[in-house]
């Protein structure tokens, strides 16, 4: 089983919508958790960051953790095709230095 | 604006040649990766460095070496290029646990 899992998408929705991305993890140990956005040729950039259970806002985007479920999920509202990329989840236990990223979701956002 | 510069963007290297592949972040960062992505695959980690002249295989480090010689910089290095290395590489570095800040990505082909 993969520490982190991510369903690849990828995921088309009309310019408007609400887009919720997902990645369930197995380790209970995980407490940093984030989320990066990789446009096409290029490499990902951090989008959010949070370190405890609940809802981080952040503009049009809201990171949500679930840590009794082992569930992350990021919310775009109003979504424009300049969200059109690959969202990539990370998580960290905070003891060591190296990130466990999903595969990612490739998200296309249609005029 | 920091950032981490990969040295090329693109490179079309011959099966057998050495590569490469150079990365410099001005941050001060500790920690320095190297990752390949592949589509379907995701992030793979090659290696990655904590200090100066340290080193740690990653995943899948079978045909790559790294040097680490001044904390800014890290070179990846392709003893010997196969067309299975023909991949999107990616350094990030990061400060002990925090999050990464990732190049740009250097696509390289190998024929």
């Known amino acids: 089983q993969k520490e982190v899992e991510q369903d690849p998408g990828p995921l088309s929705v009309p310019e408007g919508a609400i887009v919720s991305l997902n990645c369930t993890y197995s380790?209970?140990?995980?407490?940093?958790f984030m989320w990066y956005r990789q446009y096409s040729r290029k490499g990902p950039e951090l989008l959010m960051y949070?370190?405890?259970?609940g809802n981080k806002e952040d503009g049009r985007f809201t990171a949500q953790v679930d840590k009794s479920s082992k569930y992350i999920s990021l919310f775009i509202r109003d979504s424009q095709p300049s969200d059109s990329a690959t969202y990539l989840c990370?998580?960290?236990?905070?003891?060591?230095?190296?990130?466990?990223f999903g595969t990612g979701t490739r998200l296309q956002v249609t005029l | 604006d920091v950032k981490v510069t990969q040295s090329s963007r693109y490179l079309v290297k011959r099966t057998g040649e050495k590569v490469f592949l150079e990365c410099v972040q001005d941050?001060?960062?500790?920690?320095m990766f190297w990752y390949r992505q592949d589509p379907g695959l995701g992030l793979r980690l090659i290696y990655f460095?904590?200090?100066?002249?340290?080193?740690e295989k990653g995943d899948i480090p079978e045909g790559y070496s790294v040097s680490r010689e001044k904390k800014e910089r890290f070179s990846l290095i392709l003893e010997s290029a196969s067309t299975n290395q023909t991949s999107m590489y990616l350094c990030?570095?990061?400060?002990?646990?925090?999050?990464?800040?990732f190049g740009s990505g250097t696509r390289l082909t190998v024929v």
């Open positions: 990030a570095s990061s400060f002990r646990t925090g999050s990464y800040t």
């Open positions: 460095s904590y200090d100066v002249k340290m080193k």
């Open positions: 990370a998580i960290n236990t905070g003891t060591a230095s190296k990130l466990t």
């Open positions: 380790n209970s140990a995980f407490q940093y």
């Open positions: 949070t370190y405890s259970s």
């Open positions: 941050m001060d960062h500790e920690n």
